[in-house]
């Protein structure tokens, strides 16, 4: 039986990864993007003078 | 070496890529999904950052691929007797069941908690009925059980620019409404139109289609009905603060082709069907593609034109 170096099942296994590793990504800069308009929405010039009533 | 050879091959069929698990979740049905709900996003009265948008209609994506994932799981069984459906990743072998729920129970609570998050409770409650709907009562319960199921199915499948809106407007309100009973009543026509010129193996996997259960004439009365509720549905929404005029000329023309279009499949019978490959069944179901893309798309020109003075009913 010939053992190759890279099987199928490796690329498939890496197409996971690198799939699953780029969600990830994305998600956490969507939650800091969202962080960063959230935080800055409650520094807006309404919410300040809301905040200061 | 023969028992080593069996585990190689065993390991092989579980191992699933990144494209199996995308495709669990109907990638065809999200982008329906996501087109909708932007739309119904973009023509709301508030303004919503892109940020917060863009994060709302991908939330809102990822819910309805969860569903789908959830749909496949419970479906496998049928799935693995329809010609159509076998090339699904659980009947292929590609990814197991107990995967497929995992993945869709783990998505729909993120994508329900995170469109909370970010946008506000009230689309986050509708995108989780909308889930709960497709994968409970549609799926679950009445997919089995009756011929009605595609209409069923079909109001899963409309609420997404309902959601769009809440997204922007914290609420629900009569636009909304008819944006919802658009897609909603879009769907008995467009799908049973098909129905009529594919031979679909549902029989076998026990599922009940009205073609088969109640015969292709009552199908062809039904999409008849369902066109006039339709084009009632169209207008109506015409008439709302995100019609106007470049709207209504677009839904008056398309709804008359297609009650055309339906009564030439209403007053047609199989033989005639038979004789021209289904010349009828298979316009009225282009058309039906081309409809609801081009309802939302005039939804939309209405909204790019009002910071112009122009669109709705000024």
Known sequence: MVIKAEHELHKRRLSRNIGLGLVLVGFVALVYGLTVVKVGELYQPEAASEASK | MTDASIQTTKTETGE????????????????????????????????VNPVVGLASILFIAVGGGASGALNMWWDADIDRKMKRTLTRPIPSGKVEEGEAFAIGITLSVMAVVMLGLAANLMAAALLAFTIL???????????????????????????????????????????????????????????????????????????????????????????????????????????TSVGGPTYMVIALVLNAMF????????????????????KAERGLFKLSLAYLFLHYGALLVEASLKPFGLGGWG
Do not use: C
């Not at chain 2, 698990?21 to 996003?41: E, I, N």
């Open chain 2, 16 to 47: 699933a890529g990144f494209g199996d698990y995308f495709a669990l979740l109907k990638p065809r049905v999200m982008s329906l999904v996501v087109f909708t709900a932007l739309v119904g996003l973009l023509v709301a009265p508030v303004g």
């Open chain 2, 133 to 239: 709907f497709y994968v409970v009562i549609y799926t679950m319960w009445l997919k089995r059980w009756t011929p009605q199921n595609i209409v069923i199915g079909g109001a899963a499948g409309a609420f997404p620019p309902m959601i769009g809106w809440a997204v922007a407007t914290g609420g629900i309100s009569i636009e909304s409404v008819l944006m919802f009973a658009l897609t909603f009543a879009w769907t008995p026509p467009h799908f049973w139109a098909l129905a009529l010129f594919t031979k679909g193996d549902y029989a076998n996997a026990g599922v009940p289609m009205l073609t088969v259960t109640h015969g292709r004439k009552a199908t062809r009365n039904h999409i008849l009905g369902y066109t006039f509720a339709l084009a009632a549905v169209a207008i109506a929404l015409g008439l």
């Open chain 2, 259 to 278: 009650i055309k279009g339906a009564w030439d499949v209403f007053r047609r019978t199989d033989v005639d069907s038979e004789a021209d490959s289904h």
